[in-house]
């Protein structure tokens, strides 16, 4: 069992940057692969980027690539998401999420293939 806690959302201005981070409990945190979704409002869950448990692997959708960065800490049980340069259209709630994988490949289909989500944390990007 994984539990995972979003945190740093916030308002911020187009163009300027946010840190999400997401903490996961339990001992196995650095056997399972890693992502972080989003839900606009009136959009269905979408992937974002996802990375694999050692870190070494990483991937991102078309729409955040060249300006987002996923990332872990193994020791601090904890993935981030660094979002630069953002855009009205990123204001959504980002969920990270968390699967058990035998091997160190990222996981970077839909929401059905992640086991463990958080609650969320909103983003709101203004113009």
């Known amino acids: 069992q994984v539990q995972l806690v979003e945190s740093g959302g916030g308002l911020v201005q187009a163009g300027g940057s946010l840190r999400l981070s997401c903490a996961a409990s339990?001992?196995?945190?650095?056997?399972?692969?890693m992502g972080w979704f989003r839900r606009a409002p009136g959009k269905e869950r979408e992937f974002v980027a996802a990375?694999?448990?050692?870190?070494?692997?990483?991937y991102y959708s078309d729409s955040v690539k060249g300006r987002f960065t996923i990332s872990r800490d193994n020791a601090k049980n904890t993935v981030y998401l660094q979002m630069n340069s953002l855009k009205p259209e990123d204001t959504a709630v980002y969920y990270c999420?968390?699967?058990?994988?035998?091997?160190?490949?990222?996981?970077?289909?839909?929401?059905?293939?992640?086991?463990?989500w958080g609650q969320g944390t909103q983003v709101t990007v203004s113009s």
């Open positions: 999420a968390a699967v058990h994988n035998r091997y160190d490949a990222i996981v970077a289909g839909g929401v059905n293939e992640y086991d463990y």
């Open positions: 339990g001992r196995t945190f650095s056997s399972y692969a």
């Open positions: 990375i694999s448990w050692s870190g070494g692997h990483t």
